[in-house]
């Protein structure tokens, strides 16, 4: 039985890992049919990568071991982080060895790693790239801690399937307006974490404008395949936070086939949901301009906070 | 208590509490017709909850006042301001005196000031308790956005958030006022928010600017 188990906490992580590639692809489909173009399969970043992993690597003489360490620290801190986020079931993650707190700094590391990166080889664009992303992580970070803090506050626990159950215990009564500003911040949050639009721009190498995109500039091959799949499947974890910690209806609560099997039905639509709605997002705002980044992830922290403190002080609402 | 009304009181305090969220949103919005379109978000917002309100205890007078709120604070004013707008051809507040962050940051401590306050104060009627502090919040965050921006047309909506929470006031604390003083206030900022659309106006026509920092220079 305990076998079984495990075999299903490493199924749910293979999920994120096997599907990110997939939400990738839909979201720039749907991006290109709104912008009327035709665009390419929604299997085109699979593609991608195994062409990525199939090319030879170039790296430049003067970086040290941390460039060549920087994608596999990625790429493995990202697959941690996805054990502890459960996707299709509440009963099987490993969750004994972490909670959503350990989450936060899961995906902290990597990030610290790749400004790492981006300052190692010594371009002018990877520099520039680093600190544009440590400075958006270091407003990003303690919002999305307070978000996490609102839900682990409303169950009583910070462990992700803890605070599912509670949720689907309860049904609507956990459902106050602390939550729906929680809802709201996560997403502003995922959207500056992830490099979405109005944030950092996916889809451009525009050299003035990049922030994700300049910091890995100088990788190519098995690396660069390797830091794309970890950025993919990061979009999708967030998806995956967003979906299941606030609306967790159709998770599985016992292990059968067909409940699993429902489970995954109800996760692929959900997650399906949201990858519209970032397509729709994204092709209905602008870039903000730099400076105004901290403005907007103030806004984040702002709703954030008034999420928590509407737990205990403010009792929003007549 | 039966599902019905759980559903209702969960519906009351859902909107109330989208009112003071709409409240934050004004303070960080920049483009000025957003900031109408919110102010016509909470005035909605606030109108439908009383009115679930005024049904939910029978009061309905409430009710009725309610709808003519809504019409009036949640369409007629945001249209007339909009029509201001469009004549006078300024869409967005570039330098405030207090920056976005730092006023949101504000607004969460006058936010944090108002329920600890109220919190002392009534202590026997929970009801009371909450309504009245989400109006002293309102009425501060109004406040606030009168105070920290320079266009004219965002003062005019910091008053307007203002009125809404002394509205508020009024029906956490005594069920709204009697009918005619409420359908009176109703018109009155009506008529308010023309002579002030006006006044927007004539700043305009004078300065070339609604920017209510040239309003301090003397002119002979």
């Known amino acids: 039985m305990n076998k079984i188990n495990f075999m299903i906490a490493l199924f749910q992580a293979a999920i994120l890992l096997i599907l990110a590639p997939l939400a990738i692809g839909l979201i720039k489909k749907t991006k290109a049919l709104l912008q009327n173009r035709q665009g390419a399969t929604i299997f085109q970043p699979y593609w991608d990568l195994l062409k990525n992993f199939r090319k030879e690597e170039v790296i430049s003489e003067t970086t040290s071991w941390i460039f060549r360490a920087v994608p ?42 790749m400004a790492l990166a981006g300052l190692d080889a010594g371009s002018a664009f990877g520099g520039m790239g680093s600190s544009r992303e440590v400075m958006i992580s270091s407003t990003a ?43 709201v911040s996560l997403f502003l949050i995922t959207l500056a974490e992830c490099g979405r639009l109005p944030v950092d721009n996916p889809a451009t190498h525009l050299e003035l404008t990049m922030i994700h995109e300049a910091m890995i500039l100088e990788y190519s091959g098995k690396s660069l ?72 992830l103030g806004t984040a922290f702002v709703l954030a906070l008034l999420a928590l403190l509407s737990q205990s002080i403010l009792k929003l609402g007549l | ?83 201001v707008m469009e004549e006078v051809r300024i869409k967005r507040e570039l330098d405030p005196f207090v920056s976005y962050p730092i006023s949101m940051f504000i607004g ?29 919040t309102l009425i501060l965050l109004g406040l606030w956005l009168m105070v920290s921006r320079k266009k004219a047309m965002i003062q005019v909506l910091g008053l307007l958030v203002v009125e809404n929470g002394l509205f508020v006031a ?34 305009q026509n004078t300065f070339s600017s609604i ?10």
């Not at chain 1, 599985?252 to 990858?275: D, P, V, W, Y």
């Not at chain 2, 909470?42 to 019409?71: D, P």
């Open chain 1, 72 to 113: 596999l620290i990625c790429f493995s801190s990202i697959l941690i982080s996805c054990l502890l986020v459960p996707t299709i079931s509440i009963n099987h993650s490993l969750k004994f060895t972490g909670d959503l707190i350990a989450l936060v700094y899961l995906l902290a590391l990597p990030r610290f790693f």
């Open chain 2, 108 to 136: 969460v401590g006058l936010a944090l000031v108002s329920y600890s306050l109220v919190d002392r104060v009534i202590m026997n009627d929970p009801f009371a308790a909450k309504g009245f502090s989400l109006a002293l």
């Open chain 2, 1 to 83: 208590m039966n599902t019905h009304s759980f559903y209702l009181t969960q519906a009351i305090t859902f909107f109330s509490a989208l009112s003071l969220v709409s409240a934050f949103g004004m303070l960080s919005l920049r483009t000025l017709r957003l900031c109408i379109r919110t102010y016509a978000a909470q005035s909605l917002c606030l109108g439908f909850t009383a009115f679930l309100l005024g049904l939910s205890l029978r009061h309905y007078h409430v009710a009725i006042i309610a709808m003519v709120v809504m019409i009036v604070k949640g369409l007629l004013i945001p249209w007339f301001l909009d029509k």
């Open chain 1, 141 to 183: 970070e303690p919002a999305l801690i307070l978000v996490l803090f609102t839900m682990a506050v409303t169950a009583g626990t910070t462990q992700a399937e803890e605070i599912i159950r509670t949720i689907l215990q309860k049904g609507w009564m956990t459902y106050w307006p602390g939550t729906v500003l929680a809802f």
């Open chain 1, 225 to 296: 395949a390797l830091i794309e799949w970890a950025s993919m499947t990061k979009l999708l974890l967030f998806f995956t936070l967003l979906a299941n910690i606030f609306f967790p209806w159709g998770i599985a609560q016992e292990t059968s086939l067909i409940s699993l099997g429902n489970s995954m039905i109800f996760f692929i639509l959900k997650i399906g949901l949201f990858c519209l709605l970032l397509a729709f997002i994204e092709t209905s705002t602008a870039k903000l301009r730099l400076f105004r980044v901290p403005d907007f």
């Open chain 2, 211 to 220: 920017n209510t920092e040239h309003l301090n220079r003397l002119k002979g």
């Open chain 2, 170 to 203: 009024a029906l956490s604390t005594s069920f709204s006022m009697p009918m005619i003083v409420e359908l009176g206030l109703v018109f009155d900022l009506l008529i308010a928010v023309v002579i002030m659309g006006m006044l927007i106006f004539r700043i």
